[in-house]
């Protein structure tokens, strides 16, 4: 069983802030999460295949292709900071590195 203060820590771990009455009832809500997922460690679950979803599906995409936009100069105007022919874009590498 989960108490209050279980709820107060994970509450802070999350960044959040709940009031009293929200720790209440978030204390009764976890409580009974955990005791469904203590029911669901007694099934028998040897012979079952591990599974992502409980449905089959697949996605429906279409292939990429290269292609030359032949409206670069509109592109380059329409972007937020246009630098000659490049698009500005923030600093992702580490530049401090020596090599």
């Given at each position: 069983m989960i108490d209050r203060a279980t709820v107060q820590?994970?509450?802070?771990?999350?960044r959040l802030e709940i009031t009293p009455q929200?720790?209440?009832?978030?204390?009764?809500q976890l409580s009974g999460i955990?005791?469904?997922f203590e029911q669901l460690s007694e099934l028998d679950t040897e012979n079952v295949?591990?599974?992502t979803r409980a449905i089959e599906i697949s996605n429906i995409t279409r292939a990429d292709r290269a292609r030359v936009y032949s409206?670069?100069?509109?592109l380059l105007r329409e972007s937020p900071e246009?630098?000659?022919d490049y698009f500005r874009v923030p600093r992702i590498l580490n530049t401090d590195?020596?090599?």
């Open positions: 820590k994970i509450a802070h771990l999350a929200e720790e209440e009832r978030f204390t009764g955990l005791d469904y295949p591990p599974t409206e670069r100069e509109e246009p630098e000659g590195e020596e090599g």
